[in-house]
């Protein structure tokens, strides 16, 4: 029987599509795989065919190059078979834990995750393990050991949290908003991915725009990698360097000022046909809307044939046309007599086009 039904999976690629049944025991209804939990010692872990017979123990350990220290910090606990490294457990708030299967881990080759407890409502990992505002900003990071990655590289001056997974971001952000939200800055970390960047677009609007930086990772997928690889400098160049989230047309940086002039967004389209109305306005350009009023029989419509005409035969712009008070015909004669600079389109100016036309 379910006792816990659509909340997020551990394998990540759905949010309400995993059920937990009254033994603890859960499965995904996106992935279609089972994940199996059981209780040993006082605490929620999970079983594998290794436990059988073996002696279990727990203790902190460092792991993916990040130290002992930082995982004794963040309470995350490694069990031991028979001597041997079968699962992380990384804590959240509840009682709730995400256990990283190592021995299936290298067996797959790729993460393979379980859960116990109510993972669905703890929110981000490691937000409990700071006061609300406590650091000068803080980093959210898309998996734990990024958020321990980035704590170490940032030498402990950053809170550092991440999310359960990209596709939970925005519901593990929004359950622990007050905390995040006191910081001074907020620094997005998601892996660069396109899961990283869906995440990313929907975190980017839920706290105070003037607080979140985006920071873009460019030489390695995540923050683990940046540690494995010795660039803990080379990540903090790329955080320090993060520019605060806006819409397009906000400038917030002398570098965006240089940017705008040098890619100006109000291309000239063209002139206007009429010599002093062109001085006036400059010609007319892409993001305009120019509107023309004037009273009934003033000549509006021939005002918009002879502009017409103009930008078809000094521009290469394709240029739609709508005239809802006559036929295509008509259009289409009255243009044409600009350029024959006959009145084509009168019924009695036959004779007049076809002498211009052969004259042309």
Known sequence: MWVEQHVACPCGQSTDAYSIDDKGQGYCFSCSKHYFEDKEDGRLEPHTDDDAGGEITYRIRGNWSIPERVFEFYGVETKFVNGLPVSEAYPYIGDALKIRDLTRDKAAGENVFRTAGPIANAGCFGS????????????????????????????????????????????????????????????????????????????QGLFDFKKVYHVKLDKHKDANEYLKAGEAFDFQR?????????????????????????????????????????????GAYAGEVIVIKAMEGVGKTEFFRAWEHKLLKTTKHAIGIIHLEEDNATTIKAIAGYELEVPAVLPDCSQGLQESGSRR
């Open 238 to 282: 790329v955080v320090v360097a993060s520019k605060r989230f806006a819409p397009d047309n906000i400038i917030s940086a002398f570098s965006d000022i240089s940017k705008a002039l040098d890619t100006s967004q109000e291309d000239r389209l063209g002139d206007y046909p009429f010599e002093e109305l062109n001085d006036r306005l400059y």
């Open 128 to 203: 409990d393990k700071f006061d609300r505002g406590s650091k000068e900003a803080i980093i959210i990071c898309e998996g734990e050991k990024d958020a321990l990655s980035a704590y170490e590289m940032m030498q402990h001056r950053f809170a550092s949290i991440s999310v359960q997974s990209a596709s939970s971001a925005k519901r593990d952000c929004t359950k622990d908003y007050d905390k995040i939200n006191s910081f001074p800055k907020i620094y997005i970390c998601m892996d660069n991915d396109k899961a990283g960047r869906e995440a990313l677009g929907k975190l």
